[in-house]
């Protein structure tokens, strides 16, 4: 798993206004916690944890807060805003050696499908896997090799092998799937056959023609 050092500082506020605020000044509201010790709310850059929380892989986080030792971590969970998208706030959670953890891994496709280049389209239903393993041996990705797969084939969760991890996703789930292309039917409008029109049937005489018959 790949590594990174992340700097943050400490807070004392933590009320609606002053994380308005702090948000608008371009850090994001934060929260370190670790198994039998105190939470720590923090701020951090804005700027440095975009890539991070965008990114497809897992990092391994040294977070150095203050000036106290480096302590390592990883993302234990974020918001973001359903319009903007901007970061609204992180959970660090510290790491203990041989302490067991639990975090989503992202799912990476690799290969060409075969069922692709006979026309087929590559749907990818899940996109991270939610695991359990020790810290050391967290992946930085799931690959999922996608090369053999024709029309009509899949890959489950039960289907992959990940050493030294647990994964507790639903094994049942479709991860990816080659599906045929959508045929588009064109409606073709076809004119209806229409009878010669008739000529009107006389119902009645008027009154000037009676008295012209006459």
Do not use: W
């Not at 371009?26 to 709310?41: R, S």
């Not at 899940?126 to 090799?145: A, G």
């Not at 799937?177 to 409606?187: D, L, M, Q, S, Y």
Request: with cysteine; hydrophobic share 40%.
């Amino acid at each position: 798993m790949a590594e990174l050092a992340l700097n943050v500082k400490k807070r004392e506020l933590n009320t609606k206004g002053y994380l308005t605020q702090l948000r608008r000044d371009g850090f994001i509201p934060a929260v370190f916690y670790k198994h039998g010790e105190e939470n720590q709310i923090l701020s951090v850059s804005e700027q440095k944890l975009k890539p991070i929380i965008f990114s497809s892989e897992t990092f391994l986080i040294n977070l150095k807060i203050d000036n106290a030792e480096p302590q390592n971590c990883i993302i234990k969970e974020f918001q973001l805003d359903p319009v903007t998208s901007q970061i609204l706030h992180v959970d660090f959670y510290g790491l203990k050696a041989g302490e067991k953890v639990t975090i989503d891994v992202a799912v990476h496709l690799i290969g060409s499908a075969i069922g692709v280049k006979d026309g087929g389209i590559i749907q990818h239903s899940l996109h991270k896997l939610h695991v359990e393993c020790l810290p050391s041996q967290i992946p930085d990705k799931v690959d999922v090799d996608i090369t053999q797969l024709k029309i009509g084939d899949s890959i489950h969760v039960k289907d992959l092998s990940i050493p030294n991890v647990r994964i507790l996703s639903n094994m049942d789930a479709t991860i990816v799937a080659i599906v045929p292309p959508t045929v588009h039917k064109e409606t073709l409008e076809v004119p209806l056959e229409t009878e010669e029109a008739a000529e009107p049937e006389v119902i009645g005489k008027g009154k000037k023609a009676e008295e012209e018959e006459e």
